[in-house]
T-cell receptor, first 120, second 112 residues
């Protein structure tokens, strides 16, 4: 079974430029998550999709970050314009069922390898 | 508010020995799940073990076991017979009704 695919693996941009990250979840996984992991910290949820709808985007800086999952499969996370503090690894994860459905255990998240962003 | 605390920024262990990574949590929800993930230098988060708040027995998965002490709100990970490949970041995480929240992680280094 193919895992969660992310691209690009690495990206270096200058502040105020834009960047986009792509994620393809595990086939059949309805729920998709984008996490931001700053160096030395644990991942922080940015946005959660259930199929093509947004479930939770309360921690997404909406003035500069946007995300979409138009057909309920793959997803794109965009940052425009980027700031120095956006330097981080952006992790995409998927789960078969959403939070609280069918028991917490069955909402296990599977993560991709991440996209490492450096803003200069 | 929900919170996960990992107080050990870094740990060293000798190959073939056991090591315990600490995790404490805070939640007012009676139903919650506790997870441990391993993050090697490649960056991927690898699921290790799960413990539900109503589970009567401590979870075990191969060399990994979870020392769940509900009254103390702790969920420590025990790795037995450490291997060089166990060197990585380890994250404790919790989920109840909301999303999965993570601690800051512990960097484990296994010495030959």
């Amino acid at each position: 079974e193919a895992g969660v695919a992310q691209s690009p693996r690495y990206k270096i941009i200058e502040k105020r430029q834009s960047v986009a990250f792509w994620c393809n979840p595990i086939s059949g996984h309805a729920t998709l998550y984008w996490y931001q992991q700053i160096l030395g910290q644990g991942p922080k949820l940015l946005i959660q999709f259930q199929n093509n709808g947004v479930v939770d985007d309360s921690q997404l800086p909406k003035d500069r970050f946007s995300a979409e999952r138009l057909k309920g499969v793959d997803s794109t996370l965009k940052i425009q314009p980027a700031k120095l503090e956006d330097s981080a690894v952006y992790l995409c994860a998927s789960s078969l069922v959403p939070t609280g459905t069918g028991g917490l255990r069955y909402g296990e998240l599977f993560f991709g390898e991440g996209s490492r962003l450096t803003v200069l | 508010a929900q919170k996960i605390t990992q107080t050990q920024p870094g740990m060293f262990v000798q190959e073939k020995e056991a090591v315990t990574l600490d995790c404490t949590y805070d939640t007012s929800d009676p139903s919650y799940g506790l997870f441990w993930y391993k993050q090697p230098s490649s960056g991927e988060m690898i699921f290790l073990i799960y413990q539900g708040s109503y589970d009567q027995q401590n979870a075990t998965e191969g060399r990994y076991s979870l020392n769940f002490q509900k009254a103390r709100k702790s969920a420590n990970l025990v790795i037995s017979a450490s291997q060089l490949g166990d060197s990585a970041m380890y994250f404790c995480a919790m989920r109840s009704q909301g999303n999965l929240i993570f601690g800051k992680g512990t960097k484990l280094s296994v010495k030959p």
